[in-house]
T-cell receptor
Framework: DSGVTQTPKHLITATGQRVTLRCSPRSGDLSVYWYQQSLDQGLQFLIQYYNGEERAKGNILERFSAQQFPDLHSELNLSSLELGDSALYFC??????????????FGDGTRLSIL | DAKTTQPPSMDCAEGRAANLPCNHSTISGNEYVYWYRQIHSQGPQYIIHGLKNNETNEMASLIITEDRKSSTLILPHATLRDTAVYYCIVLTSGNTGKLIFGQGTTLQVKP
């Protein structure tokens, strides 16, 4: 158990819809990272938040947004969903801002299926 | 961030040591070598990391060559549950810590 909690585990929805994925980091961790894993793209970094502030952005679509709340949990919002958004979405957390000597710990992911 | 090269797949007999190589010939002095694994579609699991010295923990050992251009992850007594995709990642200090995953090595542990 990594200590990172993601909900829901599975999500099935239709094209054009909007969903929210939730992540609770490990106790004491201030940074939250979101990653997407699709069959054709592998694991890709989307966005990082540190203590409520956006810190780094990766290949995140404009239809996607995220935020980190005062209690440090984070939500990833995906809107105008397309078939290609079907993927596993992972959240990871680490204690600091992302110092290279601090490993990230991953949750079990949310499997999103777009019908 | 330095790029890494790993063999796409490897086999290992159960109970034997699994040695997974990684080439990172363009690594810089402040870049760490990290190893993660992903079992089926579970979340990536942190294994070990190091800068210059060899490292060992309860899961594995990491051997980094003196010139730091390559490393080897050693699972001392592989079990069937170690079957997974293993990712070698080089991480630069101060880059926010985002992980850039390659294709990794699929390790198949066989009975």
């Amino acid at each position: 158990d990594s200590g990172v909690t993601q909900t829901p585990k599975h999500l099935i929805t239709a094209t054009g819809q909007r969903v929210t994925l939730r992540c609770s980091p490990r106790s004491g961790d201030l940074s939250v990272y979101w990653y997407q894993q699709s069959l054709d793209q592998g694991l890709q970094f989307l966005i990082q938040y540190y203590n409520g502030e956006e810190r780094a952005k990766g290949n995140i679509l404009e239809r996607f947004s995220a935020q980190q709340f005062p209690d440090l949990h984070s939500e990833l919002n995906l809107s105008s969903l397309e078939l290609g958004d079907s993927a596993l979405y992972f959240c990871a957390s680490t204690e600091g801002t992302g110092d290279s000597n601090q490993p990230q710990h991953f949750g079990d992911g949310t499997r999103l299926s777009i019908l | 961030d330095a790029k890494t090269t790993q063999p796409p797949s490897m086999d290992c007999a159960e109970g034997r040591a699994a040695n997974l190589p990684c080439n990172h010939s363009t690594i810089s002095g402040n870049e760490y070598v990290y190893w993660y694994r992903q079992i089926h579609s579970q979340g990536p699991q942190y294994i070990i990391h190091g800068l210059k010295n060899n490292e060992t923990n309860e899961m594995a050992s990491l051997i980094i060559t003196e010139d730091r251009k390559s490393s080897t992850l050693i699972l001392p007594h592989a079990t069937l549950r170690d079957t997974a995709v293993y990712y070698c990642i080089v991480l630069t200090s101060g880059n926010t810590g985002k992980l850039i995953f390659g294709q990794g090595t699929t390790l198949q542990v066989k009975p």
